[in-house]
């Protein structure tokens, strides 16, 4: 039985409403889903190439 998400730990709600997993979140499920997910901890491994460039750039500039 999974446990249920808790809020602030596995996810938060952005300020558009929408709610975004957390790093732990991928981590515990354990590989990408593809979705190209905000805090994917796999480099986006399963998202087509073209968008994956577009999200790793993305990535690279908001931590600069």
Same mark, same amino acid.
């Given at each position: 039985?999974?446990?249920?998400?808790?809020?602030?730990?596995?996810?938060?709600?952005?300020?558009?409403?929408?709610?975004?997993?957390?790093?732990k979140?991928?981590l515990?499920?354990?590989?990408?889903?593809?979705?190209?997910?905000?805090?994917?901890?796999?480099?986006? %491994? &399963?998202?087509? @190439?073209?968008? /994956? %460039? &577009?999200?790793? @750039?993305?990535? /690279? %500039?908001?931590q600069?």
């Amino acid at each position: 039985m999974k446990s249920p998400l808790i809020e602030g730990i596995d996810f938060y709600y952005n300020g558009d409403g929408y709610m975004v997993f957390t790093e732990k979140y991928h981590l515990d499920r354990g590989h990408c889903c593809g979705n190209g997910c905000k805090h994917c901890p796999f480099e986006y %491994e &399963k998202v087509p @190439a073209e968008k /994956r %460039e &577009k999200l790793l @750039a993305r990535r /690279r %500039e908001e931590q600069q």
